[in-house]
């Protein structure tokens, strides 16, 4: 399957700890988006790259939200001192711009629990 | 500033009662409209991606029409499995991000 992967599936922490989560693109695909999600909402946009270039930030994120793209492959998304409003799905999708087409494909998602 | 709103916000229906859902949006510059399926737990699936006014795209028994204003799912005889979340997305053409409702959770009943 060469589908988007996310890692892990489900996170459990205690507030006040750091996270981390990767996310693998489908392979061709030059734009990574990574989205938060709460029960009975929409994928909330966080932040997006296009190869290793992150051009937009959401600005509802605060400074212990960070993601990197190294080398335009996978993605991390790491969370620093984890509050109990951070409990959310985190979902990574990617796209390929530049075709005309700009269907977007998601992961199964990473599950986050702050307790 | 872009906004997505769908309706209803859940909708029961019985197996073979056909019906449709509505994303109304407003964007700066519409790159597209997109129609995900997302089941409980799960990642959206990619359903559909209307590019103009006027279009429209059928897959099994659901069908997708765009207009100026607002977007159509339509669901014709539906069965059981297809109750799921359906979310309606927008791309800005200027920042190219995708901007979502908040979905309309579907339960056909057998």
């Known amino acids: 399957d060469t589908g988007v992967s996310q890692d892990p599936r489900h996170k459990i922490t205690k507030r006040g700890q750091n996270v981390t989560f990767r996310c693998d693109p489908i392979?061709?695909?030059?734009?990574l988006y990574w989205y938060r999600q709460t029960l009975g909402q929409g994928p909330e946009f966080l932040t997006y790259f296009q190869n290793e270039a992150q051009l937009e930030k959401s600005r509802l994120l605060s400074d212990r939200f960070s993601a990197e793209r190294p080398k335009g492959s996978f993605s991390t998304l790491e969370i620093q001192r984890t509050e109990q409003g951070d409990s959310a799905m985190y979902l990574c999708a990617s796209s390929l711009l530049g075709q005309g087409n700009y269907e977007q494909y998601f992961g199964p998602g990473t599950r986050l629990t702050v307790t | 500033e872009d906004q997505v709103t769908q309706s209803p916000e859940a909708l029961r229906l019985q197996e073979g009662e056909s019906s449709s859902l509505n994303c109304s949006y407003t964007?700066?510059?519409?790159?597209?409209l997109f129609w995900y399926r997302q089941d409980p737990g799960k990642g959206p699936e990619f359903l559909f991606t209307l590019y103009s006014a006027g279009e429209e795209k059928e897959k099994e028994r659901l069908k997708a029409t765009l207009t100026k204003k607002e977007s159509f799912l339509h669901i014709t005889a539906p069965k059981p499995e297809d109750s799921a979340t359906y979310l309606c997305a927008v791309l800005n053409s200027g920042t190219y991000k995708y901007i979502f409702g908040t979905g309309t959770r579907l339960k056909v009943l057998a």
């Open positions: 964007v700066s510059g519409l790159r597209g």
């Open positions: 392979s061709e695909h030059n734009r």
